[in-house]
């Protein structure tokens, strides 16, 4: 049982919920870094453990999002994402295991050995890929695709905004909230004064925030972000935050009215780089030094943004306890699956394998 579910057996009634990942998550000191820094106040939250098949912080979302999805009877879920996105194997990945039809419909980004294997990985989870070169063709060719499919089957897909980040996706991580309160409540960790988290489309950070309000958990965010600010600004972060509380106390009244506060949320603008999914040396950095000191593997793309940002507080002596929150999976994928071809893959998409990754990338597993 859930904590979301424990304490608001109204919701538990209410919103369906599937089963792919393995919670709680642990929460665990970084003793390497904790030496080497000599403060003995570092944590580390392993999403990237969330489910044996594929980890990361989309397990959370997906579980509350696919069930949502056969609950409306649908046959297929159309989502959307960078060619390498997370989020879009994780949808093909699970979508399958739900028994739904899984559409990914991708755009150019930056390429990285990481971009070929969730591209090769998407392979094996029978997903079909459409790929765009630049975000304008995508969402110009989304809604015609959707209304296709809704023809062809007889029945409306079931639409996964950009990161799963609806109100739906978001409660995945107000369980999130709920649960690391429990493991604060159990002493597993004392509260953190800060949590440093990559920032994408918002759903996990507006989730945690809010669950973790709503279990008066009073903490700061530093919300790193890994995404263009028009993406991810604060207008949309209250937004999300409070369509999401909303959402949850229709199902439940006596889920509590909460307010995104400043002090709450800090948007780290910092580390973003030039671009979504480029690598900058300060990602490298972080991912080479958590490696090192912990065994935690990052990615360039998100996790080492915030770990940039985080290392960077962490080093300048600021009051912790900090907690990191891992949100990549650290899962090996399936070295037979990596193994097929990438020309089994859409024309577009061949570009990532026939051209050289950007030059800060080095594959290191
Ligand atoms: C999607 C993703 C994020 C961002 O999460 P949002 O809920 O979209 O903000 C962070 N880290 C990783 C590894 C991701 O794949």
Redesign the pocket.
Not at 162 to 165: A, D, M, P
């Given at each position: 049982m859930i904590p979301l579910f424990e304490r608001y057996p109204s919701i538990a009634l209410r919103i369906p919920r599937l089963s792919f990942g393995e919670f709680p998550t642990p929460v665990e000191r970084l003793p390497g870094l904790s030496r080497r820094l000599e403060r003995d106040d570092l944590y580390i939250k392993r999403d990237d453990l969330s489910s044996r098949v594929y980890g990361?912080?989309?397990v959370r979302?997906l579980e509350f999002l696919l069930a949502d999805a056969l609950k409306q009877g649908a046959l297929r879920v159309i989502t959307s994402g960078g060619a390498g996105?997370?989020?879009a194997l994780?949808t093909a990945i699970y979508g399958k295991k739900a028994g739904l039809k899984t559409v990914l419909m991708l755009f150019r980004q930056p390429n990285s050995y990481s971009v070929r294997h969730n591209l090769i990985m998407n392979l094996a989870s029978d997903a079909e890929l459409i790929h765009h070169d630049t975000y304008q063709e995508h969402t110009q060719a989304f809604e015609e695709t959707v209304r296709r499919y809704e023809s062809a089957d007889g029945k409306t897909p079931y639409v996964i905004p950009?990161?799963?980040?609806s109100p739906m996706?978001?409660i995945g991580?107000v369980n999130a909230g709920l649960e690391l309160a429990a493991q604060i409540t159990a002493g597993d960790i004392p509260p953190p004064a800060r949590i440093y988290?990559?920032?994408?489309?918002?759903?996990?950070?507006m989730?945690l925030l809010l669950g973790l309000k709503a279990a008066g958990v009073k903490t700061n965010l530093q919300?790193v972000r890994?995404?263009p600010a028009y993406v991810?600004g604060i207008d949309k972060c209250h937004l999300l935050f409070n369509q999401t509380n909303k959402l949850l106390r229709e199902m439940d009244p006596s889920f509590p009215s909460c307010t995104l506060e400043p002090e709450d949320l800090t948007i780290r603008q910092e580390y973003f780089g030039e671009k979504y999914g480029l690598f900058t040396p300060e990602a490298v950095a972080a991912a080479t030094l958590l490696r090192e000191s912990d065994g935690i593997i990052l990615?360039e793309?998100?996790?080492g943004k915030?770990g940039a940002a985080f290392l960077a507080d962490v080093h300048s002596d600021g009051d912790g306890p900090f907690l990191f929150w891992h949100?990549?999976?650290s899962r090996p994928l399936p070295p037979e699956a990596l193994a097929a071809d990438y020309r089994l893959l859409p024309v577009s998409l061949h570009c990532y394998f026939n051209k050289p990754v950007q030059p800060l990338d080095k594959e290191i597993f």
């Open positions: 990361g912080n989309k979302k996105s997370n989020h994780a950009l990161g799963g980040s996706g978001a991580y988290l990559a920032l994408g489309t918002m759903g996990t950070a989730g919300a890994a995404v991810a990615d793309t998100y996790t915030a949100t990549k999976s």
